[in-house]
């Protein structure tokens, strides 16, 4: 099986288990490696309900440590950091002083709006849906041209709850972010927790992943695991998106530096 490249700790205050019981379900779906990616501190008081105080990175640190050793999988550590308005001077500095193995950018606020957070799904029904698409896609434009960042995470997160704009005018704004994504020389995860959710879809779409794939934006596999069941959690229907789409390999990092290795032959 591919690498689970996001997978989520206690520390962020809406995930359980054990990074051992983590690695034990991982161990059990044959998963290739398993990077640990909890959500970032973020000292300036961004979104703390969400997110470990920069005083428990250690402790995060100390987690993934604790299950690097012995048994495969491979644990890599990462981290999924927010790209917002006000998040560079942190991250900039922050970021490569840190000794991580790969870096996920994502985007989970418009504004003050956490519009993929179930108690604010209601505002949903009050903006304006292809307005606040473009929007998101202007964010991970300006997160890609950071270069702050591997990979994006779950490129169109804005479904979740399944408000979408036509496909005509996705394609439209979905370029210039996808253009920048392969100029930044970054990747792209097949993120497959939207089956999880009310949009019942793995992020990207076809048809996201398609554009990704012309411009060759590699790809790798991501969870979004809160809990230990979740590693690995229906990456054959991934690959089989990965396959549909084009795709015949995928990255695995270290250091932050990637590598290329063939999809499982099905
Ligand atoms: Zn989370
Ligand atoms: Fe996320
Ligand atoms: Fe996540
Ligand atoms: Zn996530």
Redesign the pocket.
Same mark, same amino acid.
């Given at each position: 099986m591919v690498s689970d490249y #996001?997978i989520h700790t206690v520390l962020c205050k809406h995930a359980e288990g054990e990074p051992k019981a983590f690695k034990k379900i991982a161990a059990n779906r044959n998963i290739g490696e398993m990077c640990f990616t909890d959500h970032v501190p973020a000292p300036d008081g961004y979104d703390p309900a969400n997110r470990m105080d920069i005083g428990q990175y250690d402790c995060y640190r100390e987690m993934i440590r604790s299950v690097s050793g012995g048994e495969p999988p491979r644990v890599l550590m990462g981290i999924?950091a927010d790209y917002y308005d006000g998040c560079l001077s942190f991250l900039r500095d922050w970021l490569p002083r840190q000794p991580l193995d790969f870096v996920l950018g &994502?985007v989970h606020y418009l504004n003050n709006w956490g519009f993929d957070n179930p108690d604010e799904r209601a505002v949903w029904d009050s903006v304006d849906v292809k307005a606040t698409w473009r929007t998101y896609f202007q964010l991970i434009r300006e997160l890609a041209k950071t270069r702050l960042f591997d990979a994006v995470? #779950?490129l169109d997160l804005p479904k979740k709850f399944g408000y979408r704009p036509p496909d005509a005018a996705l394609i439209e704004m979905a370029k210039p972010a996808l253009d920048e994504i392969a100029a930044a020389g970054m990747a792209i995860e097949i993120n497959s &927790?939207g089956l999880r959710r009310p949009v019942g879809e793995i992020y990207p779409s076809l048809m996201l992943l398609e554009m990704a794939r012309e411009r060759e934006i590699p790809i790798c596999f991501g969870s979004?695991a809160h809990r230990p069941e979740e590693v690995g959690y229906m990456f054959e229907e991934s690959l089989r998106l990965a396959r549909q789409a084009g795709y015949t390999r995928s990255l695995r990092f270290s250091a932050r530096s990637r590598s290329f290795h063939p999809l499982p032959v099905c």
């Open positions: #996001h999924e &994502s995470a #779950h &927790s979004d």
